[in-house]
């Protein structure tokens, strides 16, 4: 009897040492004691390719490794200090071509690693003075481990450092200690495959692009100690929802851009940087606790504290939106991809900021209101179906403001001195400008590509015609003002329907390829006092006959060449003006009489085979 009730007495005392040591267990490494964790580590003990070793000196490890395991070993735990070497040669096991089995067939090829009891000494990268790093800090000596498939990070670790496990494409699983206060700069930026990461609970810092390219993430656990969120965090990320704890106090600038969150909780500390959430097409609804010393909200609209300033409109959200009164400003991308198809902006809105309606495919109608002076940078950008758009109060128009409106049919553009860069290139339906009698520069590409702009009226101010600024239109005929006096690379290349031009009187300069490609351009007027004609500036036009004016100075390279209708050349200048070179060389030319004798001799003039005098 004494003998029964020792054993059940010592069967008792080694069930309370097993609990009080799982106890141990989970309080030394928290939610390490959870079942995915417990069923992930238990279910590896069973690959049968395991390696587990303790080292006593650091840059030991390689020498540790038993050889006949280089191939084999998928799950490697280490107990001891570990040091740039010992970090290097995991990198290049976590990097070998194959795997195999005990009979040397091929496997899986993946590395899980488990350094809980490890000790980091240093894990810096390689570079000009050998291995660098600190101790107890994560550097990127693992960075692109390409077959590396979860991490069980040491329990002393307290920073992951920027770009730490960046690249490490099959990464899947990882596990960190509470002791992690620090997440780095790209610190897991590109590991598509992540599905789970268990974060420190007393984390306070998530880096730039940390989880950027993480599309695998759909879900992770912020703590409550976490204060800052980097710009674009979990930038197209594969996150659904994420629940921010109400001590975060910076969120960077499109931290969730391309995210597939549908929800955005804001607590009162939070402030967003810039007050840019970025591009998250799959938004529905923002809301703001009632404390928020930054923002405020109204039927899942932000804006700022003031209620002055419209932030963001969810993108998810359709059909017509009207904007509230009292809103006087429309911030930078506050409407970006947004699926909606009809906006009213209130009388007293000033500004409509760069980006303020990019990407936005559905929208067909958008009343702008005469408060409104100003149009940021690609304002419109990509409104594809967007019809009309009247200007007329509009001081300052900035650039590609309408640029890829492919529906665009008319617009009236008001008190603007400069049509931007690139404002309506690719507005393919543009059949109707109203340009404003101040204008007085059109900027490069302004007009490029609108195939259905047959005609345009140019203001008499208008004093330059930049780069492309109308390539590829279909204007059948062009007046130019008098007071034009450059012509830009390009400027007409393409428009295919031009029939005639007349350069204006005065030094112009026509840069190269101006009209280059003009093929139904049969005549062209050079003006007394052009100044110059660029490379290749009537290459391939209809012209018949080409008269030069005496003012030009440099005529460049191929100026005429497969103008097949071209008969004859006639240069006005009594002095050869520079030629840079000549392909029409069998047409005849007809210069002053006094100066027949220096065309004869000037430098590719005399390649002429024919030379006449006017």
């Not at 520069?441 to 780069?467: M, V």
């Amino acid at each position: 009897m004494n003998h029964s009730r020792q054993l059940l007495r010592c069967a008792a005392l080694l069930l309370l040492i097993a609990l009080l040591t799982a106890l141990q267990a989970n309080a030394q490494y928290g939610s390490r004691g959870d079942k995915r964790y417990r069923d992930r580590y238990s279910r590896a003990d069973t690959h049968g390719d395991v390696v587990e070793l303790r080292l006593n000196d650091p840059g030991t490890l390689e020498a540790r490794m038993p050889l006949a395991m280089m191939d084999r070993v998928r799950l490697l735990r280490i107990e001891g200090p570990l040091n740039s070497t010992d970090f290097a040669f995991i990198k290049k096991l976590c990097s070998r071509s194959k795997c195999v089995d005990n009979h040397d067939r091929r496997v899986d090829n993946y590395i899980d690693l488990e350094l809980e009891h490890a000790r980091i000494m240093s894990a810096g990268s390689k570079g000009l003075f050998g291995y660098s790093g600190e101790r107890d800090v994560l550097d990127d000596a693992l960075a692109y481990c390409s077959h590396l498939r979860s991490i069980v990070l040491p329990d002393r670790v307290k920073r992951i450092g920027n770009g730490a496990l960046r690249g490490c494409t099959d990464l899947e699983e990882v596990i960190m200690p509470p002791t992690v206060r620090s997440l780095g700069n790209h610190a897991f930026n590109g590991c598509y495959d992540l599905e789970f990461i268990m974060l420190s609970d007393n984390l306070e810092r998530i880096g730039a692009s940390c989880f950027a390219g993480c599309s695998s993430l759909k879900s992770v656990g912020l703590p409550r100690s976490l204060a800052e969120v980097g710009p674009q965090a979990f930038k197209d990320s594969g996150l659904t929802h994420v629940t921010l704890p109400d001590g975060l106090m910076k969120l960077g600038a499109a931290a969730f851009e391309g995210t597939l969150i549908t929800v955005l909780d804001l607590p009162a500390a939070t402030q967003i940087e810039n007050d840019n959430l970025g591009s998250m097409t799959k938004l529905e609804d923002i809301s703001v606790a009632s404390r928020s010393r930054y923002y405020t909200c109204e039927d899942g609209v932000l804006y700022d504290h003031s209620g002055s300033v419209l932030l963001r409109c969810p993108a998810a959200r359709s059909g017509a939106f009207a904007v509230p009164d009292g809103v006087n400003e429309i911030a930078n991308s506050a409407f970006s991809h947004s699926q909606l198809s009809s906006v009213t902006v209130s009388e007293g809105v000033t500004g409509i900021a760069a980006s303020a309606f990019y990407g936005c495919s559905q929208l067909r109608t958008i009343s702008i209101p005469s408060s409104v002076k100003v149009i940021g940078e690609s304002a419109f950008n990509g409104c594809s179906r967007l019809q009309q758009v009247d200007l007329s109060s509009v001081m300052k128009l900035a650039a590609k403001a309408f640029q890829d409106c492919k529906a665009l049919e008319r617009a009236v553009i008001g008190h603007v001195g400069v049509v931007p860069q690139s404002a309506f290139e690719n507005c393919s339906a543009l059949t109707v400008v109203d340009l404003s009698p101040e204008v007085n520069t059109i900027d490069d590409r302004a007009f490029k590509n609108c195939k259905a702009l047959a005609h345009i009226d140019l203001p008499e101010q208008l004093t330059t015609i930049s780069k492309e600024a109308f390539e590829n239109c279909a204007l059948t005929a062009l007046e130019l003002p008098g007071g034009v006096v450059s012509i830009g690379e390009r400027a007409f290349k393409g428009c295919k329907d031009l029939s005639g031009v007349t350069i204006p009187d005065g030094c112009v300069t026509v840069d190269k390829e101006a009209f280059r490609g003009c093929a139904s351009l049969a005549r062209i007027d050079l003006g007394k006092g052009l100044c110059s004609l660029g490379d290749n500036a009537l290459r391939e036009t209809a012209i018949t006959t080409l008269v030069i004016p005496e003012t030009v100075t440099r005529i460049g390279k191929k100026v005429a060449e497969k103008c097949n209708q071209l008969t004859r050349i006639e240069c006005h200048a009594v002095l050869p003006p520079t030629l840079t070179g000549v392909s029409n060389n069998k047409i005849e030319l007809y210069v002053p009489d006094t100066s027949l004798n220096a065309y004869r001799s000037a430098k590719n003039w005399k390649n002429f085979k024919t030379i006449l005098p006017l």
